[in-house]
C-alpha cells in the first residue's frame, strides 16, 4: 500500500486525515465521487487513499463490491479534477496551513475565480466569505507572499481596527487611539510595525479616501461612517430648526390614562416629561446602556 507521504506529494497536498480525505473527495472537486464513494475508498485505504488515485488507480478493484464502471468513473473524476480552475487553489491554501472547512468554502463561494481572488487581494475574504476574520485572511496573505510591512495589509489592519471599534460603538478614533490598535493587531513574533509607518498608511488611506479625518481635532472615520455621520447631523439639525408643538392633545390623553381603574402602569414624573418633550419637539434623542428596556418608550 502506497505510503501518506506519497499521497501527499502526488497531490501537492499536506497530510490529511481520513474525515478530511472523505470531506475531501466529497466535496463536488471530483465529479462522479460522492460521500458514499468517499466513505468506501477510505475505509480500504486510509491515509494512502489520494496516492492510489494519483499512482496506482488498478487498486480500486481490491474494493468489495465497487463495479467495475463505477472504478471507470472515479479515475475518470480524479484526472478531469486537474482540469477544474478551483483545484490549484485547494492545493495552495492546503498547502499553507489553511482548514479543510474553510478551504472547501473559500472555494465554493468563488468557483474559477479564487485564485485570481488570493493572487490579486486575499483581504476580500473578510468581508465576502462567512467566517474569515482579518487573522485568517492576513496568514493566507502573507502565506501567499504579502510581506509583513506592506502598505496593503497595514492598510487592511487599520479597517480592520475600525470595525472592531465599531462593533464597540465607535464612530470615529483619535489618531493615535488608532495608531496602537493597529501596532498591536499588526504584530508578529518577528515583526513589530513602527508608528510612522502606521502614520504613512493612515495617509495612504486618507488619500485614496478610504479614511477621513473628523472635524474634532485628531479624529479619524471610515470615510462611509463619516459620511453617514455627516447626514445624520445635517438631518438632527433640520428638526431641531422646527417650530414646537403645542401639548394640549397630550395632556386630554394623560388625564384619561391616569384616571383609568384598570392601568396596570404608572408614569414616574420623569417619564412624564419625556413624554412632553418628545411632543413638544420633531427630535428627541434616548440615552441609556446597552440593555436598558426600549419598550416602555415606544
Avoid at 68 to 76: A, Q, V
Avoid at 85 to 99: E, Q
Avoid at 182 to 202: N, R
Wanted: aromatic share 8%; charged share 20%; glycine share 8%.
Amino acid at each position: 500500500m502506497p505510503k501518506e507521504s506519497e499521497s501527499n506529494q502526488a497531490n501537492q497536498l499536506p497530510p490529511l486525515t481520513n474525515a478530511e480525505i472523505e470531506q475531501y473527495l466529497s466535496s463536488g472537486l471530483f465529479r462522479g465521487i460522492g460521500e458514499k464513494t468517499a466513505s468506501k475508498l477510505v475505509a480500504q485505504f486510509g491515509t494512502a487513499t489520494l496516492s492510489v488515485l494519483e499512482n496506482s488507480p488498478e487498486q480500486l478493484y481490491q474494493i468489495p463490491g465497487l463495479a467495475r464502471h463505477r472504478i471507470g468513473d472515479i479515475t475518470e473524476a480524479w484526472s478531469k479534477s486537474k482540469e477544474n480552475p478551483a483545484y490549484p487553489a485547494v492545493a495552495l491554501l492546503l498547502g499553507h496551513g489553511t482548514s479543510l472547512g474553510l478551504t472547501m468554502k473559500i472555494c465554493e463561494h468563488y468557483q474559477q475565480d479564487t485564485m485570481n481572488v488570493l493572487e490579486s487581494d486575499p483581504y476580500r475574504l473578510i468581508d465576502e466569505v462567512d467566517g474569515v476574520g482579518f487573522k485568517t485572511a492576513d496568514a493566507i496573505a502573507r502565506s501567499l507572499g504579502i510581506e509583513p510591512d506592506s502598505e496593503s495589509r497595514y492598510l487592511q489592519g487599520l479597517v480592520q481596527v475600525f470595525k472592531d471599534a465599531q462593533s464597540q460603538g465607535h464612530c470615529f478614533l483619535p489618531e493615535t487611539e488608532l495608531i496602537n490598535r493597529a501596532v498591536l493587531l499588526l504584530e508578529l513574533p518577528q515583526h513589530t510595525p513602527s508608528i510612522s509607518a502606521v502614520q504613512e498608511a493612515i495617509g495612504k488611506g486618507k488619500q485614496n479616501q478610504t479614511f477621513a479625518a473628523g472635524l474634532l481635532s485628531g479624529s479619524i472615520y471610515l470615510r462611509g461612517v463619516y459620511r453617514i455621520e455627516l447626514r445624520v447631523a445635517l438631518q438632527a439639525i433640520e428638526f431641531l430648526g422646527q417650530p414646537t408643538q403645542p401639548t394640549e392633545d397630550l395632556e386630554e390623553w394623560l388625564l384619561r390614562y391616569e384616571s383609568a381603574a384598570e392601568r396596570s402602569y404608572n408614569l414616574s414624573e420623569e417619564q412624564r416629561q419625556a413624554l412632553f418633550m418628545a411632543e413638544r419637539h420633531a427630535f428627541s434623542i434616548l440615552t441609556g446602556g446597552t440593555r436598558t428596556r426600549q419598550n416602555l418608550y415606544t
